[in-house]
């Protein structure tokens, strides 16, 4: 039998991210919060500049659940799936203490894709299959919770449209803004100059991108250093602001928040009537149940599905919250790959540096250009940033100038050429569709006996048209600055697990086709509640990480705003 401990007011299960905003407003309502954490807290020793542990090896400290239950990836329900990485690492901060802190806020285009693209092309131009729909609510009904999340949290950047008035220097395409972000943007590079100034030579719209990296003192933490280990790093002087230095504390420090680290999640109980109870937990070799009148999941698109489909019952035999058969549909995740290489005839001087410092393109992004006589709809961010350490220098492309990826030549190459490479990161709109889903893996299991998550899902046509039309574009950005050799990598086809991974259990007006509703609670489940990108309904091409911080705030804020109709 469990331990059965005291009962709190809210539960969350996962404390990155997401969970870790979440916690802010309601522990400053007065509410009672129990936050369960996979992992454990971080010290600075776990943030050395050790490029082989923290990239090649993942964090070995802080992934040993999340890769022991790694989702199997198939394109299509004819293949065999098999077992791939997982991207979430298991802390108190969770990914926010490792991931780029690349930190966007999505376009209003993104809010309604379906009825935008009708409204300016037509009903034939959505893809026939796609299930995408428009959100519950647009782009202007978030902005106040992604305000609150950056100044909360702490994002640096140059905006481009104040209250309607524009600024060149920011994103021209972005939607309008109540106030300029708390800090000015990361400084840029010799290469970002360089870049930025290639795209103004081609009548485009560069700018510093936003970033959750302090550029100056800020809430008592210092401003970066440019160390150079943000790229699967975390920051040893907290300029990083991941939620294990930001939000996290400032709950715990109201008395209400009690943070159970290394503990596992396995099932969200309901009782006869179908209402959540709590959840059971699993830490070292005892088993536990924390009574909760409201439970909040809080984990990675993946493991917010694979937890609802396990906790079955008698009211719902295939899955909490599944009797309408849609918890895993609608799942799609960013096309990040098919990047464009390129080689110069000078070094660059990339050594070190951050992967948020960098130079953004949006011309080519959502519906900011006209897609009338183009055979896709949405488009793709074209970013190029510093970032350059030694063993991933020895992988840089020879762009066929040497024969072999070993021996002498092949090194005297590496040596010469290794500050003169580049890699574009590119990210592109991805649409859902119906036969891209997660499920549970009737074979794989993790060492607890437990299915894992299973992916079916592959890039479409649409999907492959963007990846085209951007490497064009970013081919012509790099000859412009000066490139003497370019690259294009494959299209892509299945969709692996990444860190941007969206849907699952999709936000929506409509009960037939969507999980939760448009505050983030279940249809079949009032007193469960659902954060994270699976609740988002399209991707943009940006990072989902402001995104989710924003949209975890203001369920959060409406669960205390309205507790007793919720846990009625």
Partial sequence: MPKQLPKTDVVIVGMGAAGGVAALPLTNAGLKVTGIEAGGWLSPRDFAPDELRNGARNWPQAVQKAASEAPTVRATEQDRAVQGGHPMMNAVGGTSMHYWAQSWRLNPWDFRV????????????????????????????????????EHAVGISGQAGNVQGRMNGAGNIFEGERQREYPMKPLRASPFTEMMGSAARG????????????????????????????????????????????????????????????????????????????????????????????????????????????????????????????????????????????????????????????????????????????????????????TDRKPMAAAKMNTFGRVQRSWGSEWKAFIMENADRYNVSYIQKTTLPYADNYLDLDPVVKDPLGLPVT???????????????????????????????????????????????????????????????????????????????????????????????????????????????????
Wanted: charged fraction near 20%.
């Fill in 114 to 149: 379906p009825s935008a693209t009708r409204e300016r092309y037509g009903n034939d131009r959505l893809p026939a299959d796609t299930t995408v729909e428009d959100w519950p609510f647009g782009y202007e009904d978030l902005e106040p919770y992604y305000d609150k999340v």
């Fill in 454 to 568: 299973r992916i079916t899902a592959r890039y479409h046509d649409n999907e492959k048209r963007i990846a085209a039309y951007s490497q064009d574009k970013m081919a012509e950005w790099y000859r412009e600055a000066g490139a003497i050799a370019v690259s294009k990598t494959g299209l892509g086809n299945a969709m692996g697990a990444t860190t941007h991974a969206y849907g699952g259990t999709r936000m929506g007006d409509n009960s037939e086709t969507n999980v939760v509703d448009r505050w983030g609670f279940s249809y079949e489940v009032p007193n469960l509640g659902i954060l994270g990108a699976s609740v988002m309904g399209t991707s943009g091409a940006r990072n989902p990480t402001l995104t989710v911080q924003a949209l975890s705030w203001r369920t959060a804020e409406y669960l205390a705003q309205n507790w007793s109709s919720v846990v009625a």
């Fill in 202 to 385: 081609l009548g485009w719209h560069p700018f510093q991108g936003p970033a959750a990296i302090t550029t100056e003192l800020y809430d008592g933490r210092p401003p970066c250093q440019y160390h150079g280990f943000c790229n699967r790093g975390g920051c040893h002087v907290q300029a990083k602001s991941s939620t294990a230095f930001t939000t996290i504390p400032k709950a715990v420090d109201t008395g209400n928040l009690d943070v159970v680290t290394y503990a596992r999640v396995t099932e969200v109980v309901t009782d006869s009537a179908g209402k959540v109870t709590g959840v059971s937990y699993l830490k070292g070799n005892e088993t536990f149940f924390q009574p909760a009148d409201v439970v909040l999941l809080a984990s990675y698109a993946y493991e917010n599905v694979r937890l609802l489909l396990l906790s079955k019952s008698a009211a719902f035999p295939d899955g909490l919250g599944n009797n309408a058969g849609q918890v895993g549909r609608h799942y799609m995740s960013h096309h990040q790959g098919s990047p464009v290489l390129a080689l110069f005839p000078r070094d660059l001087h990339n050594w070190y540096g951050l992967p948020a410092q960098g130079v953004a393109i949006d011309d080519w992004a959502d519906d900011n250009f006209d897609h009338r006589d183009l055979d896709f709809i949405g488009g793709a961010n074209l970013w190029v940033h």
